[in-house]
């Protein structure tokens, strides 16, 4: 057979194929349903449905049906799903005030249908999504919710989808209602602002208390706090032991975290010690000790009023800490240092006014 000629044949085998597929093709058609609008009421108005969102990888069909002729058709909804679904949620868009933007997710909402016998079919509906706070221009993720209807029917029965889909989304909305219920102002997750309120420092007013003195700007250092024992290897006259905590506290009231942080400064008198009670210019060494301590706390203050955020604020604390702790481990080496344990007094003299003047610059 020549090639023309088997080419030839080709053709009409092809022809012959669309021409007997196309009859089924022709009978194949879509069916799509209107959801309407939900007339469903909520006790709750502190949230609001801002968006909603197609995650589905199939935009345009919800599932697969049969119709009247117990042929399998694909089922779609009037205006695609997110308007419909717009449009069905109406009643939750509305803005009052303080409420949460809330977008809602879809990531499944599906049909499925199975024939029985020649006269029953057994369906499923199915919803999956994912609830969001929309926090200025950020998805904060909420909650996730899963349902499922199951129905059986008749064949003649062709009507029931619009109710199935609203139904699902209503059952979707009633269960956020109860979960916001359930976490308004409890959940840092609704946090929606953050308000840090440092107290003032730790007994200030009573600064002595047993074997501790807290840093008081009304309380100077006598030697009398030295109550210590001087290690055999040491060949200092005097140290002082000094340090600082913070505790925090965190709290949320219409929608604002608020975070109350005291700092303690402190010496150890046990831990301190002295083999001498009269030199004024020796107490003074050690007394500045203390006072960089307590500059390190202020300065602690400052780095966090623009550091803390909703979503991490107690780590962000617990690593300022860290990094104020060395920082002054770091100040009171340089210190001891540049005066040389009080030797030098040039040295002891512009530490004094450093500190000194940012104390008084931060108070």
Known sequence: MKKYEIFKCFLLLIFSFFQFISPSVAQRYDRSVSIGSSNLKLKNSNFYIAHILDERTFKRRIGFVFNENKEEIELDVVGGLVKSSTDYLSNFSRKSTNAYPIVLKIKELK?????????????????????????????????????????????????HYDYLIGRLLEKA??????????????????????????????????????????????????????????????????????????????????????????????????????????????????????????????????????????????????????????????LQKEYDAESNHSINFVGQQKWQSLVAGELRTIR
């Not at 499923?124 to 706070?133: A, H, K, P, R």
């Not at 046990?270 to 202020?298: C, P, R």
């Open 111 to 159: 049909v499925s249908e199975k024939m029985v016998n020649n006269k029953l079919i057994n369906g499923e509906s199915n919803i999956n999504l994912d609830f969001y706070y929309l926090r200025d221009t950020s998805l904060v993720h909420l909650t996730a919710f899963q349902s499922k209807i199951t129905f059986t029917r008749s064949f003649g029965e062709v009507n």
């Open 173 to 330: 909305v009633i269960y956020f209602d109860k979960w916001m219920s359930a976490n308004y102002d409890k959940n840092i997750l609704l946090v929606k602002s953050l308000k840090l309120n440092i107290k003032p420092d730790w007994r200030t007013d009573n600064p002595v208390s047993g074997d501790t003195v807290f840093w008081s700007p009304n309380y100077q250092l006598a030697w009398k706090d030295f109550q210590g024992t001087k290690p055999p290897t040491s060949k200092y006259t005097a140290q002082v032991f000094t340090n600082f905590e913070y505790s925090a506290k965190a709290d949320i009231k219409e929608g604002v975290l608020i975070i109350d942080v005291q700092f303690k400064t402190y010496m150890l008198k046990s831990s301190s010690w002295t083999t001498e009670t009269i030199s004024a210019y020796g107490l003074a060494h050690e007394q500045l000790h203390f006072d960089i301590t307590k500059l390190v706390v202020e300065r602690f203050k400052q780095k966090i009023r623009d550091k803390l955020t909703i979503e991490d604020y107690d780590s962000e604390l617990q690593l300022t800490f860290i990094e104020m702790y060395r920082e002054m481990n770091r």
